[in-house]
């Protein structure tokens, strides 16, 4: 695999990531009940918490040979000015199990520490259905269950969300 380097997704990326999304149906169905939809990429760019500012989100993604093979959504300040929220890392079907997921979040790991000073943890959610593919992925990256569970619902698809939460490792040297 070419070097992955992670940058701000621009309106010239839509249709990859668009393609991305639809790569990987199960995903989609597993979180919605729904196989993706065709505004699927346009609504990842928009739809953010109700008052966090426009600013507060990021949707970057991880480009190998200017191919984009990976995606992650993060808020900044979510639930508190501490933390950054992960609402999705995922990665096109055809690069799944490469290792891509794992570079990927190292380097928005090394995004957020180095960009967002005032964060101090990552935070985010593992929907039940989609816990055999997600729960394993983000505990090898660091992340622990807080205990927290909140109902999760999309339409007709009823589920748990479960929080994990990792410390954001202190940049050296600043
Ligand atoms: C979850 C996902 C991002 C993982 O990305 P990936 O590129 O396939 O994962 P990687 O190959 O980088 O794996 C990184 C490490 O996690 C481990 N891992 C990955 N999935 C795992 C699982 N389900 N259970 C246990 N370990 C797992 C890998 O073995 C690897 O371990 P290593 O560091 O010892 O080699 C990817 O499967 C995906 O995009 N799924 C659909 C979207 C999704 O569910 N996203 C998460 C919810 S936000």
């Known amino acids: 695999m070419d070097e992955v380097v992670l940058r701000a997704i621009a309106p010239g990326d839509v249709d990859a990531l668009q393609e991305l999304v639809e790569s990987d149906p ?17 609504s990842l760019l928009m739809m953010r918490p109700e008052g966090l500012p426009e600013e507060s989100k990021v949707v970057l ?10 995606v992650v959504d993060v808020l900044r300040g979510f639930p508190n000015d501490h933390t950054a929220f992960i609402g999705l890392l995922e990665v096109h079907a055809k690069y799944q199990g490469l290792g891509c997921g794992g570079t990927t979040y190292g380097l928005v790991e090394r995004y957020v520490g180095s960009t967002w000073r005032e964060i101090r943890t990552l935070r985010l959610a593992v929907v039940d259905t989609n816990a055999q593919v997600a729960t394993g992925f983000w505990e090898r990256q660091g992340f622990e269950p807080t205990g927290e569970e909140r109902p ?8 748990v969300a479960r929080l994990y939460e990792k410390p954001l490792p202190q940049e050296s040297g600043s």
């Open 61 to 70: 993604g991880a480009f190998a040979a200017d191919r984009l093979v990976a």
């Open 152 to 159: 999760y619902r999309y339409d007709k698809l009823e589920s």
């Open 26 to 42: 199960g995903y989609t169905e597993r979180i919605t009940g729904y196989p993706p939809g065709a505004s699927d990429a346009q």
